[in-house]
């Protein structure tokens, strides 16, 4: 499999697993500004890595798609502090699906969430999401919500912020109340429709870092 073949969109975050000169390895959150097929990879650091990092150096490169994660390795061919700190890869010969991921797995999660009904969009019902994946949401509710579209809206913490989240969405359970400190909730499952480019890397950003924080 070649690095085109996988049409990369700009901005993917990655993780690069740098191997200076002294053997010691260094773990640094990246994201991918470009790249000349058969020639460079262009990727940019947010912050000037502590330890320095070295031309030449080995690099083995990880990034989560929306079917699985990858790899690849590659050498850190030149480095760049101006206009901001980036490096340039030399192009990879090949990548390893390192896991397939299933077709939409759910990750655990419990964010604030407020939802409008697309029939009262002045009006917001406050809950949780308790489950995610790149194309729904398991999420809790302290009253019952019409069979209709809704936008749901969450704050979340993603890639060392805090990030807006908000994606429309039908549900496609009948909720089930239950009763717990003598309130009944109800739970949904919500299927996104309609996603943006830009709530779609979001997501799959926030879905890279729930799955690496249950494998670790």
């Known amino acids: 499999m070649q690095f085109t073949d996988l049409r990369f969109p700009l901005g993917t975050r990655m993780q690069l697993n740098i191997t200076g000169h002294d053997y010691k390895p260094i773990t640094l959150p990246a994201q991918l500004l470009g790249y000349r097929s058969g020639f460079t990879l262009l990727v940019y650091?947010?912050?000037?890595?502590?330890?320095?990092?070295?031309?030449?150096?080995k690099?083995?490169?990880?990034a989560g798609l929306q079917s699985a994660i990858i790899q690849f390795d590659s050498v850190v061919e030149y480095i760049f502090e101006a206009?901001?700190?980036?490096?340039?890869?030399?192009?990879?010969?090949?990548?390893?699906?390192?896991?397939?991921?299933?077709r939409c797995p759910r990750f655990e999660l419990d964010?604030?969430?407020?939802?409008?009904?697309?029939?009262?969009?002045?009006?917001?019902?406050?809950g949780r999401i308790v489950d995610i994946s790149l194309n729904g949401a398991?999420?809790?509710?302290?009253?019952?919500?019409?069979?209709?579209?809704?936008t749901l809206t969450s704050s979340i913490?993603?890639?060392?912020?805090?990030?807006?989240?908000?994606?429309?969405?039908?549900?496609?359970?009948?909720?089930?109340?239950?009763?717990?400190?003598?309130?009944?909730?109800?739970v949904y499952g919500a299927s996104f429709i309609?996603?943006?480019?830009?709530?779609?890397?979001?997501?799959?950003a926030l879905c890279y870092e729930l799955q690496s924080t249950e494998e670790s």
């Open 45 to 57: 650091l947010a912050k000037k890595p502590i330890v320095p990092v070295q031309r030449d150096a």
């Open 59 to 62: 690099v083995s490169v990880r």
């Open 83 to 102: 206009p901001y700190f980036h490096l340039h890869l030399k192009y990879p010969d090949a990548i390893v699906v390192e896991q397939q991921l299933r």
């Open 111 to 126: 964010a604030p969430v407020s939802a409008t009904l697309a029939s009262k969009p002045d009006d917001a019902v406050n």
């Open 138 to 150: 398991r999420v809790v509710f302290y009253q019952k919500l019409p069979a209709e579209e809704i």
């Open 157 to 186: 913490f993603v890639v060392g912020s805090q990030q807006q989240l908000s994606v429309k969405a039908t549900i496609k359970h009948i909720p089930t109340a239950s009763t717990d400190d003598s309130m009944a909730t109800f």
């Open 194 to 204: 309609d996603i943006s480019a830009t709530q779609k890397l979001l997501l799959q």
